[in-house]
């Protein structure tokens, strides 16, 4: 039973001294509840405070204000090693000098365990991590995985009430990131434990978290499950932060407010009811007239001769199993980077649009399409989200609930 | 056809210019250890005069042109050894200055342990306030410090030399360790924290081992510029506690300059850290560019 609670947690860092002093606040009051064996992720761009919020949970680091409860008991003034945490860095943070029996043992041999039951749980790490063979070599005679894996261990050897890692994949190369994102999952599932993971890569939040933790500027964004943040992004951040390539937005007027929905006027003239609440969560109500911002995901626009939205073939990305088309479009509307090779009077940014693998259309088509009004999104000018009516049936899906299909698929991948 | 003939003369023109670039390489290896040859032989030639002298007896010593071929005699070292005890002093030097450098350590471990890894923005000042002490001709305070020896019963005693060549050097050591230190990634020593190391186990479990190299060449270092320190050691010490300094500079004044015994007592005074020199350079070395190859 291990559960994280963070109540108004403030961080601010001093420079300067004296009346050139200058205090810049970092994590501007942050709450979050972390639930028993919940896998969570902080994820937002750099320089977020994701990482000095870890920081702070493991105790590298002080809070200036707020409270830190871990099973409910204060931790602000207890030192790191005492908050029954483990941590693994992003640079691994090895002893060099240690072998990897030894890094891993380290933390018993400081609590004065007998060398007997070190060694015995020292291997029984090792087996869940496949270490076993390399408990006598130096890390500097380790691949990245390899090193990262006993990273991992040297945490599992704890048995910590809460893991936190701190970017640890961000230094493997692309196919072992995979490999390890899944080892990651299988362990949440073996081991059972609570476990906090800060990443500024959103395919692995969105792939390993039970509830996604969006930071920016120091700022919860918004909490919610991958699927949750996915369909219904709190704000206009949110929605272009999840999800890629990100999502598309369009400047557009409401023609209309029905309890059905939002109509709104699109470029070409013609009008679409868009089905979301007319009032943003904070009780302000949108009006005819009004200046919004559709947000269109590029997998819910499809080609469409008789679509609503034109646009000119830029750049195109056949993946195989789909083809992303990046659209300059005749208004220069959407603000998606598309490449170079617009000429001087187009604009360098437009419409990402994710098309099947087998479309045929060339660099320099113009092509007509259009989008699935039933997930467009609808953003005020303060950038919040007007919620679709329609709740995702996938919103309350955590990761756990499907385990063990990522448990079987570890062990195909290892097969 | 004439393909292949411009082919046989590109490779042959490269083949001529591979062979000018080996050539060039090779004159450059050559004068550069000629250079090296050259300075480390001027830089050793008044130590081998000196081992040399020692040899000869007074008369041999002083001639001029002075004489490369000579019967060796140990007179010189029988006779100084009559007059003064080697041992002695010798004993005292190697107390003296492996106390002060195990002092040293001591309090500047800790205390570049605090600057690297907790610094403050007063930090580099004390730094460079620590170096500029260094800059002071330390005869600008003998009397001060002969005044406060005297009255505390420090004067011609090993405690006091040990003291004023511990403070003598504790800038340096301070600075070396510290540049040493900096170079431990912050996070090794955060894994420790969270690993549950108190700072002093952090400090012997991880950052003194993993920088051994560089303690042990501050710690040579510190050795060194102790047992070669006179200024101190012939002001505030006459016998009880006279290291091999004061010892060589008791040859010089009293009958005359002899230089042959002079030569034997300096000999026998350095021939201690020439050889612990000798012995650990590789470590120095090792030491003093550790960290600068990454």
């Not at chain 1, 990305?317 to 088309?325: A, D, F, H, I, Q």
């Not at chain 2, 000196?50 to 004489?67: G, Q, R």
Request: net charge neutral; hydrophobic share 45%; glycine share 8%.
């Amino acid at each position: 039973m291990s559960t994280l609670t963070l109540k108004n947690i403030v961080k601010e860092f001093t420079s300067g001294s004296g009346a050139s002093a200058s205090t810049t606040q970092v994590i501007k009051g942050v709450d979050l509840e972390v639930k028993d064996q919940e896998f969570v992720v902080f994820v937002g761009p750099s320089g977020c405070g994701k990482s000095t919020l870890m920081r702070m949970i493991a105790g590298l680091e002080n809070a200036t204000s707020g409270d830190i409860l871990i099973d409910g008991k204060r931790m602000n003034d207890i030192g790191p090693a005492e908050r029954g945490l483990a941590m693994v860095f992003q640079s691994y943070a090895l002893y060099p000098h240690m072998t990897v029996g030894e890094n891993m043992g380290f933390s018993l041999k400081l609590a004065g365990v007998s060398k007997e039951e070190r060694a015995e749980k020292v291997n029984a790490a090792a087996e869940v991590l496949q270490l076993g063979p390399l408990l006598d070599r130096k890390p500097k005679a380790l691949s990245g995985g390899q090193r990262q894996r006993v990273a991992i261990g040297r945490a599992i050897v704890r048995n910590p009430s809460i893991f936190l890692f701190d970017e640890p994949l961000s230094n493997l190369d692309a196919a072992l990131r995979v490999q390890m994102r899944i080892e990651l999952a299988r362990l949440h599932a073996e081991l059972k434990a609570t476990m906090i993971y800060v990443t500024h890569d959103q395919v692995e939040a969105m792939t390993m978290a039970d509830k996604i933790v969006v930071l920016q500027g120091g700022v919860v964004e918004q909490v919610g499950s991958p699927m949750e943040l996915y369909h219904h992004p709190r704000n206009r951040f949110v929605a272009g932060f999840i999800g890629s390539p990100k999502m598309n937005f369009l400047d557009i007027t409401v023609t209309g407010v029905a309890g059905e929905g939002v109509t709104v006027r699109l470029p070409d003239g013609s009008e679409r009811l868009i089905p979301v609440v007319s009032q943003t969560e904070d009780g302000a109500s949108v009006i005819v007239g009004d200046s919004l911002t559709l947000g269109v995901r590029p997998e819910h626009l499809m080609l469409d001769a008789q679509g609503p939205f034109s646009g000119q073939v830029q750049v195109i990305e056949r993946l195989g199993g789909v083809t992303s088309l990046y659209l300059a479009t005749p208004d220069g509307s959407g603000d998606a980077p598309i490449g170079g090779l617009k000429s001087d009077e187009q604009s360098d940014s437009g419409w990402i649009l994710m098309a099947d693998g087998d479309v045929n259309s060339r660099v320099g088509d113009s092509i007509r399409y259009g989008f699935d009004t039933e997930r467009a999104h609808l953003f005020t000018r303060e950038g919040l989200a007007l919620q679709n009516l329609n709740r995702h049936p996938l919103t309350s899906l955590t990761r756990q609930d499907n385990s063990l299909s990522s448990a079987s698929a570890a062990q195909e991948a290892r097969a | 056809m004439s393909t292949s003939t411009s082919n046989s003369v590109a490779a042959a023109s490269a083949a001529v210019s591979a062979s000018r670039a080996r050539r060039s390489v090779i004159n450059k290896k050559l004068v550069l250890t000629l250079v090296a040859w050259t300075i480390a032989l001027v830089m050793f030639f008044p130590i081998f005069w000196m081992i040399l002298t020692s040899f000869k007896t007074e008369a041999e010593a002083i001639a001029t042109p002075p004489s490369l071929f000579f019967t060796p005699s140990v007179e010189g070292y029988i006779e100084i050894q009559a007059r003064a005890d080697y041992f002695k002093y010798a004993l005292n030097s190697v107390v003296i200055s492996l106390g002060a450098t195990l002092l040293a350590l001591l309090i500047a471990i800790p205390s570049a342990y605090s600057m690297a890894f907790l610094p403050t923005k007063r930090t580099q000042g004390t730094l460079l306030w620590m170096l500029s002490t260094k800059m002071l001709p330390s005869v600008g305070v003998l009397l001060p410090v002969y005044l406060i020896f005297r009255d505390l019963g420090l004067l011609d005693s090993r405690t006091g030399l040990i003291i004023i060549y511990m403070l003598m050097n504790l800038p340096i050591v301070v600075w070396m360790l510290y540049t040493f230190f900096k170079d431990i990634p912050k996070d090794i020593l955060e894994a420790g924290r969270m690993d549950g190391a108190s700072t002093l186990q952090e400090i012997f479990h991880l950052l003194l081992p993993l920088t051994l190299p560089g303690i042990a060449s501050t710690g040579l270092l510190c050795v060194i510029l102790s047992w070669n320190e006179a200024f101190w050691s012939l002001n505030l010490t006459t016998s009880n506690a006279a290291p091999l300094t004061a010892y060589i500079a008791s040859f010089s004044s009293p009958e005359g300059l002899f230089w042959a015994k002079l030569s034997a007592a300096s000999t026998l005074a350095i021939a201690p850290i020439l050889i612990f020199g000798w012995m650990t350079q590789k470590q120095m070395v090792r030491g003093l560019t550790f960290g600068a190859v990454k």
